[in-house]
């Protein structure tokens, strides 16, 4: 049984920075692209990041370019997302997400497998 399981999600104020953890069981990290998405309330489920599953190719939402990292520990097979200089707006809940495609997809219609997804809430 295949499970994402988002942590580190949480109350913080504009411009503070968070570190999100998706922890899977039941696939190897390494053979999936891992995506980052959130959902805000009324809102459609949009595209954070993604990294492929050889690392090397990495796409951002100019949203959060310059502000977002993300990183993937095959070993541990975790994925983070680095978030800093919050901003209100992206107040969500954030999704972890894998998907075994060949190409590295902005839309959630087209992963596999979601985690539960955590809470940010950044205050202004």
């Known amino acids: 049984q295949v499970q994402l399981v988002e942590s580190g999600g949480g109350l913080v104020q504009a411009g503070d920075s968070l570190r999100l953890s998706c922890a899977a069981s039941?696939?190897?990290?390494?053979?999936?692209?891992m995506g980052w998405f959130r959902q805000a309330p009324g809102k459609e489920r949009e595209f954070v990041t993604a990294?492929?599953?050889?690392?090397?190719?990495?796409s951002y939402a100019d949203s959060v370019k310059g502000r977002f990292t993300v990183s993937r520990d095959n070993a541990e097979n975790t994925v983070a997302l680095q978030m800093n200089a919050l901003k209100p707006e992206e107040t969500a809940i954030y999704y972890c997400?894998?998907?075994?495609?060949?190409?590295?997809?902005?839309?959630?219609?087209?992963?596999?497998?979601w985690g539960q997804g955590t809470q940010v809430t950044v205050s202004s």
């Open positions: 997400a894998a998907d075994d495609a060949f190409a590295l997809f902005r839309s959630p219609s087209l992963y596999d497998y």
């Open positions: 039941g696939l190897t990290i390494s053979r999936y692209n």
């Open positions: 990294i492929a599953r050889g690392r090397s190719i990495v």
